[in-house]
Nanobody
Framework: QVQLVESGGGLVQAGDSLRVSCAAS????????MGWFRQAPGKEREFVAE????????SYVESVKGRFTMFRDNVRNTVALQMNTLKPEDTAIYYC????????????WGQGTQVTVSS
């Protein structure tokens, strides 16, 4: 069983930067693809970013490309999402998730961290 704990959310102003992090335990971290998702009030949860097991490949939703960067550290068992030039529409609860290779389903989820961007 993999446990994921997010941290680093908060209230920032439009144009600011923020980094959210996720610490993993209870599994072989380097064997999982890791992803970030977000859910804004009244909206469905959406994919934000994903990173492969080695950290060599990343993918992003179009709306964050060029502003967000995802990292992983397979020694510290952490992933992070560096968010720059934040916009009010980035306001959401951000969730860290893990999936096994060969499946598209994210199996493990954190509890989420709130990011609020004021205009």
């Amino acid at each position: 069983q993999v446990q994921l704990v997010e941290s680093g959310g908060g209230l920032v102003q439009a144009g600011d930067s923020l980094r959210v992090s996720c610490a993993a335990s209870g599994g072989t971290f380097s064997s999982f693809f890791m992803g970030w998702f977000r859910q804004a009030p009244g909206k469905e949860r959406e994919f934000v970013a994903e990173i492969d097991r080695s950290g060599g490949y990343r993918s992003y939703v179009e709306s964050v490309k060029g502003r967000f960067t995802m990292f992983r550290d397979n020694v510290r068992n952490t992933v992070a999402l560096q968010m720059n030039t934040l916009k009010p529409e980035d306001t959401a609860i951000y969730y860290c998730a893990a999936r096994r290779p060969g499946t598209s389903r994210y199996e493990y989820w954190g509890q989420g961290t709130q990011v609020t961007v004021s205009s």
